[in-house]
C-alpha cells in the first residue's frame, strides 16, 4: 500500500525556517518524481515544487523560488522541503503528492500524503 | 488569480449532468495534458482524471474529460449527493516551467 507521510510542520515567526519531511513507503521510490502542494484551507491548490526520481531535475513556483529547496534521500525513501526566509503568506497546508510519471506529463498526482500545517505569524 | 481559470461554483440536482471547464492558454493547455482532482470536505486531493481523458481505475464511468485548443472540461454524468466537492484542474505550463492549478469549482449536489 502506497502511503506518504509528511511531517515537520509547525508555527514559525516571518523571516524564520522550517524543515518540511515526507516519508514514503510501499513503492519504488526512486522511479517517481515527487512534489509540494500547499492550500490554504477553504482555497484552492498551489503547487510549489517537484523533484525528478534521481533528484537531478528541480522546479519551483515563482512565489517560493529563491527561498524553498526541495531534495530527497532515496536511500531512505523521503522528500524534504527546506523554507527559509518564511513570509505570513506562506501559511498553508503542505501536501507531498506522488507522480506517476518521472521525468514529463506532470503532474499526474496519484497518491497524496494528509498534510502538514505551515503557520508563519508573529 | 490563477493561470488557470475555472468557475468558482457549480451545482445540480441528483441525476443531472454537470460540466466545469477549466480554461488556459498556448503555453499550458494548449500543448499539455490536463488532470483533475476531487477534493472531498476534509480530506486530500484524489485523481480523478489524466491525460485529458482517462480514468483512473476505481473512478466511475459517469466522469469524463476532454480537451479543445486552450480549454478543458470535467463532466458528471448522473449527479449524486457523494460528488459534492472541490474539483482542481491542473496543467504543465511551459512558459512559467511549473505546475499551474485551477483556482478550483465548489460542485454543490441540490
Known amino acids: 500500500e502506497v502511503q506518504l507521510v509528511e511531517s515537520g510542520g509547525g508555527v514559525v515567526q516571518p523571516g524564520g525556517s522550517l524543515r518540511l519531511s515526507c516519508a514514503a513507503s510501499?513503492?519504488?521510490?526512486?522511479?517517481?518524481?515527487i512534489h509540494w502542494v500547499r492550500q490554504v484551507p477553504g482555497k484552492s491548490l498551489e503547487w510549489v515544487s517537484l523533484?525528478?526520481?534521481?533528484?537531478?531535475?528541480?522546479y519551483y513556483a515563482d512565489s517560493v523560488k529563491g527561498r524553498f529547496t526541495i531534495s530527497r534521500d532515496n536511500s531512505k525513501n523521503s522528500l524534504y522541503l527546506q523554507m527559509n526566509s518564511l513570509r505570513t503568506e506562506d501559511t498553508a497546508l503542505y501536501f507531498c503528492?506522488?507522480?506517476?510519471?518521472?521525468?514529463?506529463?506532470?503532474?499526474?498526482?496519484?497518491?497524496w500524503g494528509q498534510g502538514t500545517l505551515v503557520t508563519v505569524s508573529s | 488569480q490563477s493561470v488557470l481559470t475555472q468557475p468558482p461554483s457549480a451545482s445540480g440536482t441528483p441525476g443531472q449532468r454537470v460540466t466545469i471547464s477549466c480554461s488556459g492558454s498556448?503555453?499550458?493547455?494548449?500543448?499539455?495534458?490536463v488532470y483533475w482532482y476531487q477534493q472531498l470536505p476534509g480530506t486530500a486531493p484524489t485523481l480523478l482524471i489524466y491525460?485529458?481523458?482517462v480514468r483512473p481505475s476505481g473512478v466511475p464511468a459517469r466522469f469524463s474529460g476532454s480537451k479543445s485548443g486552450t480549454s478543458a472540461s470535467l463532466a458528471i454524468s448522473g449527479l449524486r449527493s457523494e460528488d459534492e466537492a472541490d474539483y482542481h484542474c491542473?496543467?504543465?505550463?511551459?512558459?512559467?516551467?511549473?505546475?499551474?492549478f485551477g483556482g478550483g469549482t465548489k460542485l454543490t449536489v441540490l
Open positions: 491525460r485529458n481523458n
Open positions: 510501499g513503492f519504488t521510490f526512486d522511479d517517481y518524481a
Open positions: 503528492a506522488k507522480d506517476f510519471t518521472d521525468t514529463s506529463g506532470w503532474p499526474a498526482l496519484d497518491y
Open positions: 491542473a496543467t504543465w505550463d511551459d512558459s512559467l516551467s511549473a505546475v499551474i
Open positions: 498556448s503555453s499550458n493547455i494548449g500543448i499539455n495534458y
Open positions: 523533484i525528478s526520481g534521481d533528484g537531478g531535475s528541480t
